[in-house]
């Protein structure tokens, strides 16, 4: 077992990727707090874990206020008394052109994927730091590395996840956390289903990316598994693509 009695906060785990780092992680023998803002998911991804007979705790948690990542923190550190993994994954998108974006939407994704990485980790360092040892693990998107029309706050904060990631991974990697990010590219979820249902969309993204099929959450929790292991310990600031080639074109 690669993550055995290793304790995870992962937060967007009531869904999608989360979810498939959130059971990945279980099965490897880590313990979880699971932080989402959708009860339902949450409780959802607890009866899964149950099934595996693995042991996590949820707590409804919305990721852009610190009120609730304090409490997140401190759920955690009251039930496992550590943290060694924190994977940042809760993200929203919102579509239209840049120009019709609203003020309120453009700050809403900005909160919700971007500041929510400095809210969490500011609060989670220090009891790394106290561990001498930690890894944090940042959702970004291959949006973040290119631009896509049509979500201009996303793409904006996914590059500000890539940036800050590298920022942390220099300041942290002296005391032993590894701070890495995954650049998913089309993954088959919640959030991208709508795009897939419509064919044309579909054969788009089918035409943009080599490998001949679309993601699915677990070629992101492999990764995932991957970054929170001992065995990525000299891996520092990496924005890892896995988007079966599409930027390799
Ligand atoms: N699906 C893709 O193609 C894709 C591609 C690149 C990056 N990503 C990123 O992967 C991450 C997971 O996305 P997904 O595809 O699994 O989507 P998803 O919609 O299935 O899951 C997102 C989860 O985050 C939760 N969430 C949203 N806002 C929150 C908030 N404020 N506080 C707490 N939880 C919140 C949702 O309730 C949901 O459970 C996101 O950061 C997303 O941007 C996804």
Redesign the pocket.
Same mark, same amino acid.
Not at 78 to 95: E, H, S, T, Y
Not at 108 to 118: A, P
């Given at each position: 077992m690669r993550l055995k009695n290793k304790i995870a906060i992962i937060?967007?785990?009531?869904?999608?990727?989360?979810?498939?780092i959130a059971l990945s992680f279980i099965k490897e023998g880590a313990k979880l707090v699971i932080?989402?803002?959708?009860e339902k998911?949450?409780e959802e991804t607890i009866k899964l874990i149950k099934k595996l007979k693995g042991e996590a705790v949820f707590i409804k948690?919305?990721?852009? /206020?610190s009120k609730?990542i304090e409490q997140m923190a401190n759920t955690c550190l009251k039930k496992f008394g550590r943290v060694d993994i924190l994977v940042?994954?809760? %993200?929203?998108?919102r579509f239209g052109a840049l120009h019709e974006t609203l003020e309120s939407d453009w700050d809403l994704v900005l909160?919700?994927?971007l500041k929510?990485v400095f809210l969490a980790s500011k609060k989670i360092i220090p009891q790394m730091l106290k561990q001498s040892k930690g890894k944090i693990i940042n959702?970004?998107?291959?949006?973040g590395l290119v631009g896509f029309a049509q979500i201009g706050a996303?793409c904006a904060? /996914?590059g500000g996840i890539i940036t800050l990631t590298k920022e942390m991974a220099v300041e942290y990697a002296p005391k032993k956390i590894n701070v890495n990010c $995954?650049?998913?590219?089309? $993954? /088959?979820?919640?959030?991208?289903k709508d795009m897939i249902s419509d064919p044309a969309t579909k054969k788009g993204f089918e035409t943009q990316t080599p490998y001949p099929r679309l %993601?699915e959450?677990e070629d $992101?929790a492999h990764a995932a598994v991957y970054l929170a292991s001992d065995e990525s310990d000299f891996v520092n600031g990496e924005a890892l693509a896995i988007d079966g080639g599409w930027l390799a074109k």
């Amino acid at each position: 077992m690669r993550l055995k009695n290793k304790i995870a906060i992962i937060t967007g785990a009531g869904s999608g990727i989360g979810r498939a780092i959130a059971l990945s992680f279980i099965k490897e023998g880590a313990k979880l707090v699971i932080a989402d803002w959708s009860e339902k998911g949450g409780e959802e991804t607890i009866k899964l874990i149950k099934k595996l007979k693995g042991e996590a705790v949820f707590i409804k948690t919305d990721v852009s /206020k610190s009120k609730d990542i304090e409490q997140m923190a401190n759920t955690c550190l009251k039930k496992f008394g550590r943290v060694d993994i924190l994977v940042n994954n809760a %993200g929203i998108v919102r579509f239209g052109a840049l120009h019709e974006t609203l003020e309120s939407d453009w700050d809403l994704v900005l909160n919700v994927n971007l500041k929510s990485v400095f809210l969490a980790s500011k609060k989670i360092i220090p009891q790394m730091l106290k561990q001498s040892k930690g890894k944090i693990i940042n959702m970004a998107s291959i949006a973040g590395l290119v631009g896509f029309a049509q979500i201009g706050a996303y793409c904006a904060s /996914k590059g500000g996840i890539i940036t800050l990631t590298k920022e942390m991974a220099v300041e942290y990697a002296p005391k032993k956390i590894n701070v890495n990010c $995954i650049c998913p590219g089309v $993954i /088959k979820t919640a959030m991208t289903k709508d795009m897939i249902s419509d064919p044309a969309t579909k054969k788009g993204f089918e035409t943009q990316t080599p490998y001949p099929r679309l %993601g699915e959450p677990e070629d $992101i929790a492999h990764a995932a598994v991957y970054l929170a292991s001992d065995e990525s310990d000299f891996v520092n600031g990496e924005a890892l693509a896995i988007d079966g080639g599409w930027l390799a074109k």
